[in-house]
Structures are given as C-alpha cells and as structure tokens.
C-alpha cells in the first residue's frame, strides 16, 4: 500500500502595513531626534525625543515629514509641548513660522499608507533624503516665489 504524501503549499510571504509602519517610524524618530539639541533649551541628552508636532493619532499623514517633527529632551518634551499648548504653540509659530504655515495647508493633504509607500519612505530615511520625505514640497516651492 502506498502512503499518500501531503505536500504544504508555500503561502506567500505577507507583509503587514502596520509591522512596516511601526519600524520605519522608530528610525524616522531616531533620524529627527539622536544627538541633536533640544529645539526648546539647546541641551542634548544621550536620549532625545521625536516630538511630532501634529499628533500622527491626528494627522498620520505627517507623520514621515521632517517639517511636522523636531527634537526634544524629555523634559520640553512632555512638560511644554504636551502639558502646556496654550504657550506651545504660540512658541511654535513665533520660532518656525515657515514650518507653521507649511503644516498649516499640509495637514490636509491625504496619504493613503499603502507598504510600498512606507518602504520607500524607509529608503529616503536611510538616504537622508529629507526633501524626499516631504509630503507637500510644492508648498515650499510656492513659499519661495
């Protein structure tokens, strides 16, 4: 009698937007914010944050886009941005108006996050490319007309 010899078919391997989004936001984080100073005090810490100006919960449209992050100590980070925006975000306006005012029409612009878009946001991520990170650099463009 011959045995039956069950052969296992090979799923292709799938690659989750969510696994993809989550690493690829640690080194975005990691770009913006380690060894750079605190855009709040100058100090730099051996540990520094990514604070995202626009929450990514809110806005995850900018949250690749070098203009809707800088870096923060943990103190400016959570005590001032967080827990003080009434004096936030006039500080913020008042220090980066050209960032104010790109975000301003940026945050309206809609990115559907698909894999292949967050991997080549990983790529221009390990090239430095922050122009290429930029979702509205048309903005910018218009700015310097």
């Known amino acids: ?3 039956k010899v069950h052969t296992r078919k090979v799923k292709p391997k799938v690659i989750k937007i969510g696994v993809v ?5 640690r080194e975005f ?7 750079k100073p605190c855009v709040k005090c100058g100090q730099t810490f051996p540990v520094m944050q990514c604070s995202h100006i626009h929450s990514i919960g809110a806005y995850p449209n900018l ?9 923060m100590c943990g103190r400016h980070h959570f ?3 967080h ?14 108006p050209g960032r104010y005012e790109y975000l301003l029409k940026a945050k309206n612009k809609l990115v559907g996050w698909t894999v292949d878009k967050v991997l080549e946001v990983r790529k221009k991520i390990k090239e430095k490319d922050l122009r290429g990170l930029l979702i509205a650099p048309e903005i910018l463009a ?3 007309q």
């Open 83 to 96: 827990d003080d925006p009434g004096s936030a975000w006039p500080w913020f306006e008042q220090s980066f």
């Open 63 to 71: 949250r690749f886009d070098p203009m809707n992050a800088f870096p």
């Open 1 to 3: 009698m011959r045995r």
């Open 79 to 81: 005590f001032f941005w």
């Open 142 to 144: 218009l700015d310097k």
């Open 29 to 35: 984080n990691k770009m913006i914010a380690s060894g």
């Open 21 to 25: 989004i989550r690493a690829t936001q």
